[in-house]
């Protein structure tokens, strides 16, 4: 059984190295993004598999949390960055009026 | 063979399970070419994963309270994981971000170029 749990535990190790190099490599944030969801996901099962090897439930509060409030990241990059074109248009016609104000 | 001994083997089974669907997921992240073919391997652990991981600790522990923390866990996360993906997928697309051109159908495009002649 240990053997097992091992097993798991390794498997979410390269899991985490690996998706690790994806957020640090890119190339575009939405890659990132992804990659930190995936990130969020492995941690979830960490501490699922912790609490099954330690054989205590004081680690599941943490799962609860992870899963209300994991998704907000993604939620506020993605709306950053489709809204940043939006943002920088706003941001020249203030200026573009400001300009004329100055004129 | 207990019935406790088959539970805690199923439990370590499932949990197993999730890890490999994990492992799958950061293999396809560093292996698929752009955000949305990335996304596709991504969302497997975060909510089937998640799943098979949190049934092997209630099967595991087999305890009313974790039971229901897990049962709420999986229910948030299935409530949760679709706006993340729906937003970084609709970012994607408005952006530009993706493969489109190896893409066989994109109905939004067609839709938004429909709008446009309108």
Redesign the interface.
Known sequence: ?IY??G???T??S??????L??LVSGP?P??R???S??I???A??AV??Y??IA???TG??I??AL??V??????GV??L??SS?GVRRLFDRRRAMKDDDDR | MTAELVM??L???C??A???F??A???G??RFPD?LS??HA?TK??VF??LL??L??AL??R?P??IT??T???V??VM??P???H??A???H??G?WDSEHAVVDELADDQSADKDD
């Open positions: 059984m097992i749990l097993a798991a535990a498997m979410l390269v899991a985490a190295i690996l998706t190099w994806r575009t939405l890659d993004i992804i990659a969801d995936v969020v996901a492995i979830i099962a699922g598999v609490s099954v054989g205590n439930a599941l509060p799962v609860l899963s209300l994991g998704f907000t990241g993604a939620v993605a709306r960055i489709s074109e | 805690d083997y439990g370590a089974l949990l197993a999730g890890a490999l994990a492992l997921a950061a293999v992240l560093v955000p990335r996304m991504a652990p975060a994963g998640l991981v949190l092997g600790v595991t522990l305890d309270k974790v923390l897990v709420f866990a999986i948030m996360q949760t994981a706006v993340s993906g937003l970084v609709r970012t994607a408005r952006t971000q």
